[in-house]
């Protein structure tokens, strides 16, 4: 046992234990928590590799949560966590085209990968409220994807109430049945009168409002919270030893993952510093390509956000890129401070030199749906509109060693992008979904203010 510790990137709190680090999810100096060091592991790769995925899940874990959670309750939360995945090895890995693979993240009880960080993240909040007692209202703004699965990361848990705030009628109808037709007497689905920004700037007021913010417990389950980071490292492990396994090779493989925020590659940059057999990250973005114009130019440049066929990548300000700053910035917690100042006034920062850990590329509309296309006519497979934009980035970036592709999602989740890119409908679907068609909607219209909100919390957090 260890006692992993946390540091926020600006240096300014005294470090903290695993627990307090996803109870506060951002740091309170407004940066974002890191474990205080990295845990090397090259010499149980071997070891690891003959593990499944939950025995993998705990062995990785457990180097980060130290002496705050013992060993047979860590097992029993990672247990409960992917036993909810359809898959029996969790995260099936297949083979697209010679050298390139496929690492399914999307088995989880909402058919995308964010299932694998938040079925964690609300056993181990439920977990916390047993040893500590206590209450947690939960308040999440979501465009779609984030707000059910951490709607079904915490339903029916004691003590936890979620409120998630969704653009009424700019969510597709799918998305809102993932979310409205759960119904958990604490899940609470608050379709508002405005856009997916409203509700952002709604829940940023709420958790600056520091006397509501005690009084009420709030937590945080956006990807801010390093417990979603974590879960998120298992797979590159996973995923890259499977590939080793099915090419019968020892050579370290390529990563190629889809971006938004920076929280599923940035699990991928710890993994590979701890010695994940990584040779390369491959980051793929859409048209909206901050991320990407920074790996290639040097230059993090705001631009402004254009609506896609992978909507859960339409992203300008990576939540997650901070974290990957101080570790660029060689752990300078006054420089990463610094420089997210300078980026707060002028929009723009820049970073000299490249990063060999990592390549960039961006895949349109045109190549999302000719990728989509191309892999269910060679490969009989149809991508999800986020995963082909991975795929799509990926095979310009090809090279001797084998490459794995994450699937984000499920096509299921987004036919009418399937529909687009095949010329035909309906071939796209899952069980899931189809039976989500019957339930009736809970869902309250609501006026995104910080007041109307927050009376809503007050009236409604003692349901249990
Ligand atoms: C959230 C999401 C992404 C982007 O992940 P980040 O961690 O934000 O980079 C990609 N694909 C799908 C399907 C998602 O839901």
Not at 48 to 64: D, G
Not at 276 to 296: G, H, K, M, V, W
Not at 408 to 423: C, M, N, Q, S, V
Not at 447 to 453: D, F, H, K, N, Q
Request: aromatic content about 10%; hydrophobic content about 40%; glycine content about 8%.
């Amino acid at each position: 046992m260890n006692s992993a510790k946390y540091i926020s990137t600006r240096g300014k709190i005294a470090p903290i234990s695993f627990q307090d680090a996803v109870m506060m999810g951002l740091a309170e100096d407004g940066g974002l928590l890191i474990p205080a060091e990295i845990p090397q592991v090259q010499n149980k790769l071997e070891q690891w590799k003959t593990l499944s995925y939950p025995e993998l899940a705990f062995h990785i874990i457990r180097l980060f949560t130290g002496n705050d959670i013992p060993d047979p309750d860590l097992k029993k939360i990672i247990q409960k966590s992917y036993a909810t995945f359809t898959a029996d090895d969790v995260v099936p890995v297949k083979k697209l085209a010679d050298k390139l693979y496929f690492a399914e993240l999307f088995h989880g009880p909402t058919l995308a990968f964010k299932d694998i960080a938040l079925q964690f993240l609300g056993n181990v909040f439920e977990y916390i409220l047993q040893q500590r007692g206590g209450i947690l209202n939960i308040i999440g703004a979501t465009s779609g994807d984030t707000g059910s699965a951490a709607i079904h990361g915490v339903r029916g848990k004691k003590g936890i109430q979620i409120f998630i705030m969704y653009p009424d009628g700019r969510v597709s109808p799918l998305q809102e049945r993932q979310m409205a037709t759960v119904a958990d007497k604490n899940v609470h689905c608050l379709a508002i009168h405005g856009t997916f920004d409203d509700g952002q700037r709604v829940m940023k007021e709420i958790f600056n409002d520091l006397p509501f913010k005690k009084e009420f417990s709030l937590g945080a389950i956006n990807s801010v919270n390093w417990a979603r980071i974590l879960a998120q490292i298992v797979y590159y492990f996973w995923a890259t030893f499977r590939v080793q396994d099915q090419c019968n090779t020892t050579d370290n493989i390529q990563v190629a993952v889809p971006t938004g925020n920076f929280g599923d590659i940035f699990a991928g940059y710890i993994a590979k510093k701890m010695g994940a057999p990584i040779s390369r990250l491959i980051l793929a973005t859409n048209e909206n390509d901050i991320l990407s114009r920074f790996f290639t130019t040097g230059k993090y440049t705001l631009g402004e956000v254009h609506p896609t066929l992978s909507p859960s990548m339409d992203i300008q300000i990576a939540s997650n890129f901070e974290r990957y700053l101080y570790y660029r910035v060689h752990q300078d917690a006054a420089k990463t401070r610094a420089l997210m100042a300078e980026f707060a006034e002028k929009k723009t920062i820049t970073c000299v030199g490249a990063d060999p850990d990592f390549a960039a590329g961006r895949g349109n509309t045109a190549q999302t749906l000719a990728t989509i296309q191309k892999y269910y006519n060679t490969a009989n497979y149809i991508l999800d509109p986020h995963s082909a934009v991975g795929v799509a980035v990926a095979e310009q970036f090809q090279r001797s060693e084998p490459t794995v592709c994450l699937g984000t999602a499920h096509p299921g989740k987004f036919p009418a992008a399937i529909d687009e890119a095949l010329g035909k409908s309906g071939l796209a679907k899952h069980e899931k979904l189809e039976s989500l068609l019957a339930l009736p909607l809970y869902k309250t219209l609501i006026e995104p203010t910080r007041y109307t909100i927050e009376q809503f919390v007050r009236e409604n957090q003692k349901v249990q």
